[in-house]
């Protein structure tokens, strides 16, 4: 159940509000109730439909030329032309007010995520940038929140952010004592700030750089 993960539990929630009557609202798992109201009928039905209607791309690696492939897989699959429309993914530049919601649990870690919108997505030319701001921030073992918030306050017993870079969301995850809940909100808005500010040393910059290219890097494996 999803609820029993508590860290993925309350970024999810913290999506589903900030985001609220938004697609990207609707967590990629589905919906409990939904599921539990489909029937064979309707399955093959949306089954049937994927077949006709849904995109269609297909990897190849080898020797053979991308057209005989193409061929042979148009003969062999019966593919019709498509040109399904794709719903696009709405980037709201500008953020609204500030929201502040709770809940309550019998559980002995408290959960403090943050959300914040960026203005920022993949698709802008500043992206590569920003997804520096970002690992600087909250993403990387030398980030400031893993180095001030959790190990030298000792505030937390974790503390990263994640960047949802189709979205141009970033949200904060943090696990807390419920009675640090304000002191540890105020120093993650802190260290947002410092970093807005520039005001970080430039082996924290570096750090945040090696950790990108790394990242990159890995992904040839």
Known sequence: DRINNKTSYAVNRCIALMCENER???????DIDLINALDGRTLYEKYTEILQNAPVEICYVGSMSAEEVADKLQ???ALTDRAPELPQTDVVRRAGE?????????????????GFRTGTCMYDEDYLSFS???TLFGSSP???LFLNVREKLSLCYYASSGYHRSKGIITVSSGI???NYEVARREIAAQLEAV????FEP?????????MLSSLRSRED
Not at 24 to 30: C, K, Q
Not at 203 to 211: H, I
Request: hydrophobic share 35%; glycine share 10%.
């Open 203 to 211: 082996w924290e910059l570096e750090g945040a750089r090696s950790c």
């Open 142 to 144: 030398t980030s400031r």
């Open 132 to 134: 520096l701001f970002c």
């Open 75 to 77: 003969s062999s699959l």
């Open 24 to 30: 990207f609202a609707v967590n990629g798992s589905g």
């Open 98 to 114: 500030v929201r502040e919601i709770a809940e309550t649990m019998d559980i002995s870690q408290g959960k403090l995520s943050i």
């Open 196 to 199: 807005q500010n520039g005001d």
């Open 177 to 179: 004592e419920a009675q």
